[in-house]
């Protein structure tokens, strides 16, 4: 044990086997079924999970429910106060956290500490948030009156995460729902269920001592059908899904048939335009990071770099040799600089992804391949690689999660943007360019069409203090910072007469 797994896993609260439903400190105990958390890094099975079953899905909405009643009463500043104690207790168990995130997961070290970072910062966040929840008034057409909107908590809110970002996106929904006045019910990824359960730990314990009521952080794992549940539930106002566009499809229709609210942050096929007044080393950089970092395993993973034909020969090649030094290995080593893929599903993909771009027409510019021998006993290890290839492609249109990316050349800036925007998907893009036309047509009404649009920086690795989330298949939803707040609170327009008379709107007489 080099990396000092179990006892990070001890300091976490994590056994060989685990319940998996929790509503604060009580566990229940759901039965027989399990399912085993293995790391992608070494195979090993890092421990069992139980899986909830029906009656602690019940159990767990009604302990919300009652929470749901106390939560809301307390001040919006207090609930704050509670959220600051989150956001230190997480620094406290920082590097524990980090290192669970990487071994369960596969992202680097690095990257895993990079993501505990994302959810103090969003603590932090949502603390100077619980003093600012605010509502506009509105000057009222009638004399003697009043009119202004208040925003108060929606109830339930269920959270669906994805095994990329295990702990951070759920704490973007959480913290600012938690500031709101909502309670949250959390189905993390059944690809990483252990940073869901050391999470649950760290929260339950300051909730309790601060006495409040079990259910206001409940954890559900489960498979699909405990999103199905939530989906379905008309107790749970809100469901907030990150995940594949597949899954947000269907958990939108579910809730949209109950006429319920989702928050749907699902697929990317996120590119980068690399014209040729680019600062090329800067391009180079953020496209590489973009495209390898956490194996290709971001929704903003950099898929398309969309390049000038006149610099497409440099950058190909500035690109191959970047490549050529990559350190794949375990993400634990810091030495490293890509981890491996989820899991054996996810290699598939992969090698299916890299048959098609060849089958429709690609070439090669980096050869991809799956690792095997010392150190790659999971299987899980994947060459990052590249091809030429063209954006109609129909593998090209499909985000594949894996370490691929797609060269597609263009002559004309409109021409870029079109590439750009020619994609179902619209989460995150980029323009690498020193041309001050070029980036304000990049960022204009006629430009991107994505949620994120950056200038001199990767698709990846948003701050939290913006609006995170995309269009189109990418499913609408903004999470994390600016005012995304909004859609975990409903808003009431409160009009007041403190006049004697009641005259009517729009002028209307009705007198009898
Ligand atoms: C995700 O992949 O779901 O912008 C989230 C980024 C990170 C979050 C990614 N801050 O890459």
Redesign the pocket.
């Known amino acids: 044990d080099r990396f000092g797994i179990a006892e990070s896993l001890k300091n976490l609260g994590i056994q060989k086997e685990n319940l998996g439903v929790s509503t604060g400190e009580k566990w229940l105990d759901s039965g027989e079924s399990y399912i085993s958390s293995i790391s992608p890094a070494d195979g090993e099975v890092i421990a069992k999970v139980q899986v909830a079953s029906s009656e602690t899905y019940e159990e767990v909405i009604s302990a919300a429910q009652i929470a749901f009643e106390k939560w809301r009463l307390v001040p919006a500043p207090q609930r704050g106060e509670i959220v600051r104690e989150i956001g230190n207790a997480l620094r406290e168990k920082k590097a524990d956290l980090g290192k669970l995130v990487s071994y369960e997961m596969g992202k680097s070290y690095q990257e895993g500490l990079g993501e505990v970072q994302?959810m103090i910062d969003i603590c932090d966040f949502a603390v100077g948030l619980s003093r600012q929840l605010y509502g506009l008034t509105m000057h009222s057409e009638r004399p003697g009156h009043r009119m202004y909107e208040q925003w108060h908590p929606l109830g339930i809110v269920g959270i669906i995460s994805?095994f990329?970002?295990p702990v951070?996106?759920w704490s973007w929904n959480t913290a600012l729902a938690w500031v709101c006045g909502d309670v949250c019910v959390w189905k993390p990824s059944e690809k990483a269920p252990l940073s869901g359960i050391a999470c649950q730990n760290i929260v339950s314990k300051i909730f309790k001592k601060h006495d409040l009521p079990e259910g206001v952080s409940s954890l559900i794992i489960g498979d699909y059908k405990v999103g199905e549940m939530l989906s379905h539930d008309t107790r749970v106002p809100l469901v907030s899904a990150?995940g594949s566009t597949r899954m947000g499809k269907l958990v939108g229709k579910a809730v949209g048939e109950r006429l319920g609210r989702s928050l749907l942050?699902l697929g990317g096929n996120n590119a980068i335009i690399i014209t040729k007044d680019a600062d090329l080393d800067m391009a180079i950089r953020g496209a590489l990071f973009g495209a390898v970092g956490?194996a290709g395993q971001?929704?903003?993973?950099t898929r398309r770099l969309i390049i000038q034909e006149e610099v497409f020969d440099e950058v190909a090649k500035r690109l191959a040799s970047a490549y050529s030094k990559l350190v794949i290995g375990n993400p634990l080593d810091e030495k490293n600089h890509v981890g491996p893929v989820i899991d054996q599903d996810a290699v598939k993909m992969y090698e299916a992804a890299i048959e098609k771009v060849k089958a429709e027409g690609g070439t090669e510019v980096v050869a991809g391949g799956v690792l095997s021998g010392e150190g790659f006993e999971s299987g899980c290890y994947v060459k990052p690689a590249i091809y030429e290839a063209e954006n109609h492609f129909e593998i090209v249109q499909h985000e594949t999660f894996a370490p691929i990316l797609y060269l597609i050349r263009y002559k004309t800036i409109g021409e870029a943007i079109a590439i750009q925007n020619g994609v179902p998907q619209g989460l995150?893009s980029a323009i690498m360019t020193t041309n001050m036309r070029e980036a304000e047509a990049f960022l204009s009404v006629a430009g991107s069409d994505c949620g994120i649009a950056n200038v001199n920086i990767g698709t990846?690795?948003?701050?939290?203090g913006g609006a995170?989330g995309g269009e189109k298949e990418t499913g609408g939803g903004r999470e994390s910072g600016s005012d995304a707040w909004k859609a975990y609170m409903r808003r009431q327009t409160n009009t007041i007469n403190y006049s004697t008379a009641l005259p009517l709107a729009q002028g209307i007489k009705f007198d009898i």
């Open positions: 994302e994805a990329n970002f951070a996106v990150t942050e956490t971001r929704c903003t993973s995150s990846s690795g948003a701050e939290i995170f």
